[in-house]
């Protein structure tokens, strides 16, 4: 069983920067490919951005590359997404998500995907 936290979510001006993490808490050891999703009112859970455990592969959206950038330290079971240039279009509501894979080079993109969620932080980009 998985669990995920949380935090960094709060109300920034246009042109902010703003830095989310997610702490993973699990009872047994495994490699896990991570992503951030958000989900805006009325719009699909999209994914921003993934890792995979080794850290040697990422996704981005196209919205986000360039201004967001995912990372994790597996030594302190977290994974962060920094958020530069924020606009009011990434106004939503932030999810972390974790997936048990075999290959530490994994990345995962579709919200089909992972069966561990989070219970999400609000980012609110005011204009």
């Known amino acids: 069983q998985v669990q995920l936290v949380e935090s960094g979510g709060g109300l920034v001006q246009a042109g902010d920067s703003l830095t989310l993490s997610c702490v993973v808490s699990s009872r047994t050891v495994g490699t896990y490919v991570m992503g951030w999703f958000r989900q805006a009112p009325g719009k699909e859970r999209e994914c921003v951005a993934a890792?995979?455990?080794?850290?040697?592969?990422?996704y981005y959206q196209d919205s986000v590359r360039g201004r967001f950038t995912i990372s994790r330290d597996n030594n302190k079971n977290t994974v962060y997404l920094q958020m530069t240039s924020l606009k009011p279009e990434d106004t939503a509501i932030y999810y972390c998500?974790?997936?048990?894979?075999?290959?530490?080079?994994?990345?995962?993109?579709?919200?089909?995907?992972?069966?561990?969620w989070g219970q999400g932080t609000q980012v609110t980009v005011s204009s």
């Open positions: 998500a974790a997936e048990p894979v075999a290959s530490r080079s994994t990345v995962l993109t579709s919200r089909r995907s992972y069966n561990n």
């Open positions: 890792i995979s455990w080794n850290g040697a592969n990422s």
